[in-house]
């Protein structure tokens, strides 16, 4: 009887392991090292690993169909959201694919860096010749916006903030230029723009600081 008993309760353990089995486990596997070189941000990395450039966003992992060799090549910029990636590789330009998806150049671009999908699920990128750039997800150019150098940040919702020409602060969600405050007029040299984790924007100069709203009014 004692063999029979320990027969059942062996045979109950495995019945138990059978029914929850391996995937009703918490996944403690330790994440993927990102490869030498890659851009690494709070989402995950981007970066050459294998003749491929290789991603991981959060929980997804996405690999190149093309081949992509460091050095001498590398990712210099990434914008990536839950469905849509885009990368600028040194020497050869923008790519933008989908999650699946293969990757596609972007023909005529090499002077770009992508910043962020926008709300409107637009591609913005920055050009070298001072603009915002509105792609589509396939990568065909929507729209421009003229940009005062280096002044631009990514705010909360995946817009970008920018300065026009002017020292005008501006939102973009993709589709339109919305103004939002004259910043000029408060920072005589404006000439970084900051997105606060509160939603509120800073504006920098040499020697001066504003804070905005989100909408626009001066708060500090």
Same mark, same amino acid.
């Given at each position: 009887?004692?063999?029979?008993?320990?027969?059942?309760?062996?045979?109950?353990?495995?019945?138990?392991?059978?029914?929850?089995?391996?995937?009703?486990?918490?996944?403690?596997?330790?994440?993927?090292?990102?490869?030498?070189?890659?851009?690494?941000?709070?989402?995950?990395?981007?970066?050459?690993?294998?003749?491929?450039?290789?991603?991981?966003? /959060?929980?997804?992992? @996405? +690999?190149? =169909? *093309?081949?992509?060799?460091?050095?001498?090549?590398?990712?210099?910029?990434? %914008?990536? &959201?839950?469905?849509?990636?885009?990368?600028?590789?040194?020497?050869?330009?923008?790519?933008?694919?989908?999650?699946?998806?293969?990757?596609?150049?972007?023909?005529?671009?090499?002077?770009? /860096?992508?910043?962020? @999908? +926008?709300? =409107? *699920?637009?591609?913005?990128?920055?050009?070298?010749?001072?603009?915002?750039? %509105?792609? &589509?997800?396939?990568?065909?150019?929507?729209?421009?916006?003229?940009?005062?150098?280096?002044?631009?940040?990514?705010?909360?919702?995946?817009?970008?903030?920018?300065?026009?020409?002017?020292?005008?602060?501006?939102?973009?969600?993709?589709?339109?230029?919305?103004?939002?405050?004259?910043?000029?007029?408060?920072?005589?040299?404006?000439?970084?723009?900051?997105?606060?984790?509160?939603?509120?924007?800073?504006?920098?100069?040499?020697?001066?600081?504003?804070?905005?709203?989100?909408?626009?009014?001066?708060?500090?």
């Amino acid at each position: 009887m004692g063999r029979l008993h320990r027969t059942i309760a062996i045979a109950s353990t495995l019945a138990a392991t059978a029914c929850t089995g391996s995937g009703a486990q918490p996944h403690t596997a330790a994440p993927e090292r990102p490869p030498v070189g890659a851009v690494v941000e709070p989402w995950g990395w981007i970066g050459i690993r294998g003749g491929h450039v290789e991603l991981r966003y /959060h929980d997804t992992s @996405w +690999a190149s =169909a *093309g081949p992509f060799h460091r050095p001498p090549e590398w990712v210099s910029n990434a %914008a990536v &959201s839950r469905s849509h990636i885009a990368f600028a590789v040194e020497g050869r330009g923008l790519f933008v694919a989908t999650i699946p998806g293969s990757e596609q150049h972007i023909a005529g671009a090499t002077a770009e /860096h992508p910043v962020t @999908w +926008a709300p =409107a *699920g637009d591609l913005l990128t920055l050009d070298r010749g001072g603009h915002v750039v %509105a792609r &589509s997800a396939t990568g065909s150019v929507l729209r421009r916006w003229r940009v005062k150098g280096g002044a631009e940040a990514v705010d909360r919702s995946g817009g970008l903030l920018y300065l026009n020409r002017s020292g005008e602060l501006m939102r973009t969600d993709g589709e339109r230029a919305l103004p939002l405050a004259d910043a000029a007029r408060v920072v005589g040299d404006a000439r970084t723009v900051e997105a606060l984790a509160d939603g509120s924007i800073a504006v920098l100069g040499t020697s001066s600081l504003a804070i905005f709203s989100p909408t626009g009014v001066l708060t500090a």
